[in-house]
């Protein structure tokens, strides 16, 4: 009988390019760090939900792996590690390294704290038959529907009259109250049902109750002074300190693991809190490196990337400028020879939804890191598109280090589209590409990833710092 197992003919060479599942890929001792980082990345979910609380989770962090608070005029000395505070909402972390940042650049990831939610307006508070609420203006693009009948929670700053600065956060501990968007029961809902879902709740509804318990007195609106009189007690303010507040409502869930085999994990910002939290890990895991390494978590980005803690403030700029001219170099050169990884998430391709994929060019979760070569809309408008020598670069780093990794572009052509900060950093002369984590359900208040394309991610950025 003829056997079967031996095969004496010479196989012949596969050119082709298959995607492939991290899981069939990697070793068992990576899959151990697979679940141990994704259990400290969940930890790191549920204790910061703005921009504010994962700068202090960063910041706290930072400190205790030995890197300083860097301010302007400072010292820079080589083999250091530097963190720089913008304003309470976004953190730059930098090593210097030994090579010479003129010829070697400085290797930058840059990723993005602040996720869509429900922000409290300036004016919020009134009270109507039977209810107290606040009035809101949601941050970032949401699809509106999905953010009523859930609890929330309220997070940020209000500073009172006497400039002193409170913080809020309540709604996350089990013995807490937490808040709340009406919807319509179905009985009544036949005409909302027949509206398009951009129209089944408009912006103005979206107004968060937050009491129903009169107060014990003559007058008008006494539900309302309840509340009034709550927040006094609770954090001395009065209702014009709402004027100078900053206040989210975000969804108070806990992230979770997924599935039978809990290889995913459900919860709320992993946009980009998924792509931030690697970054950071990596640079405090990197400063070893010969190279300059810097990680840029900054704020306003599902806004447009402006003001003062977007990524188009001049602060980041003027930050490597520092950095160059405390090493007496010239931030020209430094910054035609730097590279940034702009990480931010993707859109995994959903068997749910396969119509506004092109299978071939999506994320197929699990098949780890995601590497856009462009982004953008409409014929790669507002996409900085990196070059390919740029990719071949990653490419081979990524290659020398075993990264497992894919490629692939947001959603069939001309259906939509996105962008990120890759755009800002690759005008600056740093050639930029943009790699993160596929998402599920993107921009919902409980978005999906898998653990998989997380801790590859991580060892994508390591091997960029390494
Ligand atoms: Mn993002
Ligand atoms: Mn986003």
Redesign the pocket.
């Known amino acids: 009988m003829e056997n079967l197992g031996v095969n004496n003919k010479k196989e012949p060479k596969d050119y082709s390019y298959v995607k492939k599942n991290f899981y069939e890929s990697v070793d068992d001792k990576t899959l151990k760090k697979v679940d141990s980082f994704a259990q400290s990345y969940i930890n790191f979910l549920n204790e910061c939900k703005t921009e504010r609380e994962s700068f202090e989770f960063f910041k706290g962090q930072a400190l205790e792996k030995g890197f300083k608070e860097f301010n302007f005029g400072d010292k820079i000395e080589k083999g250091g590690n530097y963190f720089y505070n913008v304003r309470g909402k976004g953190i730059v972390l930098f090593h210097v390294g030994d090579n010479d940042i003129e010829k070697d650049g400085i290797r930058i990831v840059a990723s993005?704290i602040d996720s869509p939610r429900i922000d409290i307006k300036q004016v919020p508070l009134y009270e109507s038959d039977g209810l107290c609420f606040l009035k809101t203006h949601y941050y970032g693009g949401i699809k509106k529907y999905q953010w009523t009948a859930i609890p929330l929670s309220l997070h940020g700053v209000v500073v009172l009259k006497n400039g002193k600065k409170v913080e809020i956060n309540l709604g996350e501990k089990d013995d807490e109250p937490v808040f709340y968007i009406n919807d319509l029961l179905p009985h009544l809902g036949q005409n909302q049902m027949e509206q398009k879902a951009k129209a089944v709740i408009s912006g103005e509804q979206l107004n968060i109750v937050v009491g129903a318990k009169p107060l014990k007195t003559d007058g008008n609106d006494k539900i309302k002074r309840m509340v009034l009189k709550i927040l006094n007690e609770k954090y001395g303010m009065t209702e014009e300190d709402f004027l100078s507040s900053e206040l989210s409502c975000v969804p108070a869930f806990k992230a979770r693991n997924v599935g039978f085999d809990g290889s995913l994990i459900g919860g709320y910002g992993h946009?980009?809190r998924v792509c931030a939290y690697p970054a950071f890990q990596s640079i405090v895991d990197m400063t070893n490196s010969k190279h300059t390494i810097m990680c840029l978590l900054v704020d306003k980005?599902e806004i447009g990337s402006e003001g003062v803690t977007g990524m188009k403030c001049k602060v980041y700029e003027d930050i490597i400028e520092e950095i160059c001219s405390a090493l007496n170099k010239n931030v020209r050169k430094v910054r035609a020879n730097s590279m940034c990884i702009s990480a931010?998430?993707t859109a995994a391709f959903d068997a749910n939804f396969p119509d506004v994929f092109e299978k071939t060019n999506s994320a197929i979760l699990s098949c780890g890191t995601c590497m856009s070569k462009f982004t953008g809309a409409r014929g790669k408008s507002d996409s900085s598109d990196a070059s390919a020598e740029m990719v071949g670069t990653i490419r081979k780093i990524f290659a020398d280090n075993n990264v497992v990794w894919q490629a692939a572009e947001l959603g069939k052509v001309d259906l939509g589209g996105g962008g990120?900060v890759a755009k800002y950093i690759a005008n600056l002369n740093i050639d930029t590409v943009d790699i993160g984590v596929p998402v599920i359900s993107m921009h919902s208040p409980y978005e999906l990833i898998s653990k998989a394309d997380l801790y590859s991610t991580y060892q994508a950025f390591c091997a960029f710092y390494k």
């Open positions: 993005h946009d980009d980005e931010d998430v990120t």
